[in-house]
C-alpha cells in the first residue's frame, strides 16, 4: 500500500475513516527528502544514545554491537544528530546525484 | 414493571436517560433544556443512574466530551438547546463522520437575535445537515419512548450514527403530562448494552478523526451518507419492535383524518396536538382538511411521504423557523422538493408561525387553511407567509 | 497523596532510555522539526498503555493523513480547540466502563497534546475546564510560539520581538508587541498537582516529569519548548542546539510546580545572553540592539519572579521574609 491506496471505493473504506493499522506512515519513505545524510565513525562513537533521542524522525535503532545506525529509509538529512553528538561521530555527507 | 406517573417531560426524559443506563453524561444548562441535565445530575448524585456527569464549560465542550466518551465505546448522551446548540455546530458534524452513536435532547428554542428563550424550530432547522438521525417527539409519552428509541437506533451495527430527539421548548419539555414509565429490565429487553465495532483500545491501536485528503473526503461523506439513508428501515423497525414489546406503534409519517382531505396541513411537533383540534373543528364545519406530521425529520422519508400526500390538492407546510431570503420554510422547501417529481404533483403552499414562543392557535390553523384554499384558487404569493406578524 | 501516586516512579536516565516508540517513522514533519521531537520523546515516556487526543495542528496534520497514520497507539482527533474536552470525555468514558464492569479494570494513560495556539488560544476555555473539573489526564502544550500549520501567525505565546506573518516586523512594527502569555502559570492557577516545563533538550528531564505526570493522580499539564525551524527560520540542524540555549539564556526555564510548590530544575547560573540565544533564528532578525536590551531585562525579571515563587512555595528556603518584603514603586 502506498500514499495512493487513499483511492478507495466508499465500501471498502473502514468505518468512520479510521485507520486500522498502526504506524502505517512507514510505507512512506520519508527518506526521499533527504539531500545529505549522517555517517558514523565508529572510532569517535562511545554509544551514548544521543543522536538515538534527538532524531525527529525516529531513524536510529541501535546494532548488534552497540552502535546506533540511522535508517536510510527515513532519515531525512536534518543534521541534528551530527550536531548533538558530544564526540563528533557523525559527518553530514551531500547525496550523490 | 411500568409505572403510570404525572411527571414533567424533561424529568421524563431524563427518566428514559436513566432506564438506557447511559455511560456518559456531558452536558451544559440553557433554557429550556435545564430541568433535563438537573435531574440527570441528580440521578446520578444519589446513586439511582451509574454514569458519570461531566458538568463542562460549554457546549462545545460537551459535545467534544461526547465525541471522547463514545470513541471508547461508552454509551454518551447528553442535551442542549438554541445557542448551546449552534456552540455545538462545528463538532456536530465530526461525530457522524466518526461514527459514534451519541444521543442528545434538543428542547427546541428559537435563535438570537434578539435573544429569546421560547420555543420555535430555528435551532434545529440550522443544524439540518450535519448527518444525525433526528427525529420530533409530540407529546410527553413520545418524548420518553423516543429517547429510549434513539439509543436503539444510534448503536445499531448498519448504523451507528448518532440521534438527535427534538422536543418544543416549554410547550413541552415544561408541561406536566401523564405518561408511561418503563423500567430498566423493561428496556434492557428492548435495548442491549453498547457493543461498539470500533473503539479506541491500547491492545487494538487505532487513529480516529485522520486526515481527509482529498483523495478520500468524498467517499468518507458518502459512506457516512449511505448509513444515514439506511438508517430509515432500521427506525422503523426499531419502532415496529417497540410497539410490539410496549403497545405504543410509532411511524415517520403520521396522519391524521387525511381521507378525502382536499387541503392537508403539514406539521411537526408538539404543535400538531393543537393542529388536530383544529382538524376536528374544520372537518365539523365540512371542511375537507387533514394533518400529516413529520416524527422523522432525518433522513427524510420521501416515500411514505408522498404517499400520504396522493390526490391532495393543497399541501400546507407550517414552518417554526425562517428560511430568511430564501423561498419558502425549511420544511416547506423539503416538501416541494419531494413532491416536484410526482406527476400531478400540487402546489405547496409555506406559512410560518409560531417564532420565538408565539403562541399557534386553532385560529392559525384556520386561518392557514382558508389561505391556502384561496391561493389554489387565485395563486400564491412567490414567498411564504408568516402568520400573525403585525403590520402597523 | 503525590508520593503515594509515585511510588512506582523509575527514573529514567541516559542509560534507560525507554525503547518503546508511540510515534512511528514515516511522518511528514519538516526536516529537523522540533516539536515533533518532542512529542517523539513523550510518547516515549508514556509508554503503550497510553490513549493521545490531539488538536489541530502541525502535529496532527503531519501523523496522520490519511490512510496511513504515525500514531502506534490509539489517537483519536475532534477539532483545534476542543483536545481538553475530548480527552475529558476519554477519561469519563473509561472510568464509567471500567466501574461498571464494561471494560476490565486497567491503568490506560490519557495524554492530550496541542500547540500554543491549541492551548493558549482557542483552547484556553476547554484547558482551564478541564483542569478544573479534575480528570486525571496530562496536557501537553507544544509551543512553538506560532501558529505554525496556517503559516506561522502570531499567538498569544509568540514572544515580544518576533516577526510572524500576522506580526510581521516592518517599518511601524517591532514583530509581535505583547509579551508572551504564562501559560504555565494559568495551569498553576488551577491548584493541580503537577505542572511543569520540558525542553528536549533535556531529554531524560523531559520523560521523567511526562513519567511523573501520568502517574500523579489529576490533571497535569506540561509546558514544552518546540523549536520550528520552518517558522523560526533557524537551520534545519538546530533545533536542539537552539533549545539548550533557551535554557541556558533564561528565556525558557525549567522547573516543576509540585502541588503549588515550585521547583526549579536548571538553576542557570551563568546565562548566556538573549542576544546570542536570537542570534540564529531569523524571526528576530530585525531587532536593534536596544531592542534586545530591553527584552534582556524582561528576562531577568521574570528569573528573579520565579527564583521569589521558589523561595516563597519552599518553606524550608531561608528568609522566605525577604523577597516578599521588598517595597518599591
Ligand atoms: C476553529 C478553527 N479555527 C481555525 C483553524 C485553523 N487552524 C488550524 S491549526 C491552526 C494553528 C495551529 O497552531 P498551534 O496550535 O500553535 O499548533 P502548531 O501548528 O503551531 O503546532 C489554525 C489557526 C481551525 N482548524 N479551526
Ligand atoms: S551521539 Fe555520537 S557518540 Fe553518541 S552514540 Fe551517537 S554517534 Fe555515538
Ligand atoms: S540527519 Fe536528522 S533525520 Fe537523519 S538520522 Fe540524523 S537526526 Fe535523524
Ligand atoms: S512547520 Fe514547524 S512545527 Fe510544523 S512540522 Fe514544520 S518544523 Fe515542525
Ligand atoms: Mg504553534
Known amino acids: 500500500m502506498s500514499t495512493s491506496s487513499a483511492i478507495i471505493g466508499w465500501k471498502n473504506l473502514t468505518l468512520g475513516c479510521a485507520i486500522l493499522e498502526p504506524?502505517?506512515?512507514r510505507k512512506l519513505k520519508t527518506g526521499e527528502w533527504r539531500s545529505q545524510h549522517p555517517v558514523l565513525d565508529k572510532e569517535k562513537c562511545i554509544k551514548c544514545a544521543i543522536c538515538y533521542i534527538d532524531c525527529p524522525d525516529i531513524a536510529y535503532s541501535q546494532n548488534e554491537e552497540g552502535y546506533f545506525i540511522a535508517d536510510m529509509t527515513y532519515c531525512k538529512g536534518c543534521g541534528i544528530c551530527a550536531n548533538e553528538c558530544p564526540k563528533d561521530a557523525i559527518t553530514m555527507k551531500m547525496e550523490e546525484e | 414493571m411500568a409505572k403510570r406517573v404525572g411527571m414533567e417531560v424533561s424529568l421524563g426524559v431524563s427518566e428514559a436517560v436513566k432506564v438506557a443506563d447511559v455511560d456518559v453524561i456531558a452536558a451544559y444548562p440553557i433554557t429550556p433544556q435545564t430541568h433535563i441535565v438537573e435531574h440527570l445530575a441528580e440521578l446520578v448524585a444519589n446513586g439511582e443512574l451509574d454514569a458519570e456527569f461531566i458538568p463542562v464549560e460549554s457546549e462545545h465542550s460537551a459535545m467534544s466530551s461526547c465525541v471522547g466518551s463514545s470513541a471508547t465505546g461508552a454509551r454518551t448522551y447528553t442535551a442542549s438547546s438554541s445557542q448551546g446548540l449552534a456552540l455545538m455546530h462545528e463538532i456536530l458534524y465530526i461525530v457522524p463522520a466518526l461514527r459514534l452513536p451519541v444521543v442528545m435532547t434538543v428542547a427546541n428554542r428559537a435563535l438570537s437575535g434578539p435573544i429569546n428563550i421560547w420555543n420555535d424550530h430555528s435551532d434545529i432547522m440550522s443544524e439540518r445537515d450535519i448527518g444525525w438521525v433526528q427525529t420530533f417527539a409530540e407529546n410527553?409519552?413520545?418524548?420518553?419512548?423516543?429517547?429510549?428509541?434513539?439509543?436503539?437506533?444510534?448503536?445499531?451495527?448498519?448504523?451507528?450514527?448518532?440521534?438527535?430527539?427534538?422536543?418544543?421548548?416549554?410547550?413541552?419539555t415544561h408541561v406536566v403530562e401523564p405518561f408511561e414509565i418503563l423500567d430498566r429490565a423493561?428496556?434492557?429487553?428492548?435495548?442491549?448494552?453498547?457493543?461498539p465495532v470500533q473503539r479506541l483500545d491500547p491492545e487494538h491501536p487505532m487513529t480516529m478523526g485522520a486526515v481527509g485528503i482529498p483523495e478520500v473526503y468524498t467517499e468518507a461523506k458518502k459512506q457516512m451518507e449511505d448509513a444515514l439513508v439506511r438508517s430509515k428501515s432500521v427506525v422503523i423497525q426499531a419502532w415496529k419492535e417497540f410497539g410490539d414489546l410496549f403497545g405504543r406503534y410509532y411511524h415517520p409519517v403520521e396522519t391524521y383524518k387525511t381521507e378525502g382531505a382536499e387541503t392537508l396541513l403539514l406539521t411537526m411537533g408538539s404543535v400538531s396536538e393543537t393542529a388536530m383540534t383544529a382538524i376536528d373543528k374544520m372537518r365539523e364545519a365540512g371542511k375537507k382538511v387533514g394533518l400529516v406530521r413529520f416524527r422523522l425529520w432525518r433522513p427524510f422519508r420521501f416515500e411514505q411521504f408522498v404517499e400520504a400526500v396522493k390526490g391532495i390538492k393543497n399541501p400546507a407546510v407550517m414552518d417554526r423557523a425562517m428560511s430568511p431570503g430564501g423561498p419558502c420554510g425549511p420544511v416547506a422547501a423539503e416538501v416541494r422538493a419531494a413532491l416536484y417529481d410526482q406527476p400531478n404533483r400540487p402546489k405547496v403552499f409555506s406559512f410560518v408561525a409560531g417564532l420565538g414562543g408565539r403562541d399557534v392557535q386553532v385560529s392559525d390553523f384556520e386561518e392557514i387553511v382558508s389561505r391556502a384554499e384561496i391561493y389554489a384558487e387565485k395563486g400564491a404569493p412567490a414567498t411564504y407567509d408568516l402568520i400573525g406578524v403585525r403590520e402597523i | 497523596m503525590i508520593e503515594q501516586d509515585l511510588k512506582n516512579f523509575q527514573k529514567i536516565t541516559q542509560k534507560s532510555l525507554p525503547t518503546f516508540e508511540g510515534l512511528a517513522q514515516g511522518h511528514r514533519a519538516c526536516q529537523g522539526c522540533g516539536e515533533v521531537l518532542a512529542l517523539?520523546?513523550?510518547?516515549?515516556?508514556?509508554?503503550?498503555?497510553?490513549?493521545?487526543?490531539?488538536?489541530?495542528?502541525?502535529?496532527e496534520i503531519i501523523t496522520s493523513s490519511f490512510p496511513q497514520s504515525a500514531w502506534n497507539i490509539p489517537w483519536l482527533h475532534v477539532a483545534f480547540e476542543n483536545v481538553a474536552a475530548v480527552a475529558s470525555g476519554v477519561e469519563a468514558g473509561l472510568k464509567a466502563q471500567m466501574r461498571k464492569g464494561s471494560l476490565p479494570e486497567k491503568k490506560i494513560f490519557i495524554v492530550a497534546t496541542a500547540g500554543d495556539g491549541g492551548t493558549a488560544d482557542i483552547g484556553l476555555q476547554a484547558l482551564s475546564g478541564a483542569l478544573e473539573r479534575g480528570h486525571n489526564f496530562v496536557y501537553v502544550c507544544l509551543d512553538n510560539e506560532a501558529y505554525m500549520n496556517t503559516g506561522i501567525q502570531r499567538s498569544s505565546a509568540t514572544p515580544y520581538g518576533a516577526s510572524t506573518t500576522t506580526s510581521p516586523s516592518g517599518k511601524h512594527s517591532i514583530g509581535q508587541n505583547t509579551w508572551k502569555k504564562d501559560m504555565p502559570a494559568i495551569?498553576?492557577?488551577?491548584?493541580?498537582?503537577?505542572?511543569?516545563?520540558?525542553?528536549?533538550?533535556?531529554?531524560?528531564?523531559?520523560?521523567?516529569?511526562?513519567?511523573?505526570?501520568?502517574?500523579?493522580?489529576?490533571?497535569?499539564?506540561?509546558?514544552?519548548?518546540?523549536?520550528?525551524?520552518?517558522?523560526?527560520?533557524?537551520?534545519?540542524?538546530?533545533a536542539v542546539e537552539i533549545s539548550r540555549m533557551a535554557v541556558e539564556s533564561r528565556v525558557f526555564p525549567l522547573y516543576e510546580v509540585i502541588d503549588g510548590r515550585y521547583v526549579l530544575n536548571r538553576n542557570v547560573k551563568k546565562p548566556i545572553s538573549v542576544a546570542d540565544y536570537f542570534k540564529p533564528q531569523r524571526r528576530f532578525r530585525h531587532l536593534r540592539p536596544d531592542d534586545i536590551a530591553h527584552i534582556q531585562a524582561r528576562v531577568d525579571a521574570d528569573w528573579e519572579a520565579l527564583q521569589q515563587k521558589v523561595a516563597l512555595t519552599n518553606p524550608a528556603s531561608p528568609e522566605p521574609e525577604a523577597v516578599s518584603n521588598k517595597k518599591e514603586e
Open chain 3, 187 to 238: 495551569a498553576v492557577a488551577h491548584r493541580i498537582p503537577y505542572v511543569a516545563t520540558a525542553n528536549p533538550a533535556y531529554h531524560v528531564d523531559l520523560m521523567n516529569k511526562v513519567q511523573k505526570a501520568k502517574l500523579i493522580n489529576g490533571p497535569a499539564y506540561l509546558h514544552i519548548y518546540s523549536s520550528c525551524p520552518t517558522g523560526w527560520r533557524h537551520e534545519i540542524d538546530k
Open chain 2, 186 to 195: 423493561e428496556v434492557a429487553k428492548y435495548l442491549p448494552p453498547y457493543k
Open chain 2, 140 to 172: 410527553g409519552q413520545e418524548a420518553f419512548d423516543l429517547s429510549i428509541h434513539a439509543f436503539r437506533v444510534a448503536e445499531d451495527h448498519s448504523v451507528l450514527l448518532p440521534v438527535i430527539v427534538n422536543l418544543d421548548g416549554f410547550t413541552l
Open chain 3, 40 to 59: 517523539r520523546q513523550v510518547m516515549k515516556a508514556l509508554g503503550p498503555d497510553t490513549i493521545a487526543v490531539s488538536a489541530t495542528g502541525c502535529m
Open chain 1, 23 to 25: 504506524g502505517s506512515s
